[in-house]
């Protein structure tokens, strides 16, 4: 249960991490 929870966490971080950056180089 707290592997899987953990890796959707790591999952979820690096999809979210090139969004920030893309949405950041626009601004």
């Given amino acids: 249960m707290k592997l899987a929870l953990l890796l959707a966490t790591l ?3 690096v ?3 090139p969004l920030m950056h ?6």
């Avoid at 893309?22 to 601004?27: D, G, N």
Wanted: positive net charge; hydrophobic residues 35%.
């Fill in 22 to 27: 893309q949405r950041e180089r626009h601004l």
């Fill in 11 to 13: 999952i979820q971080s």
């Fill in 15 to 17: 999809v979210m991490n």
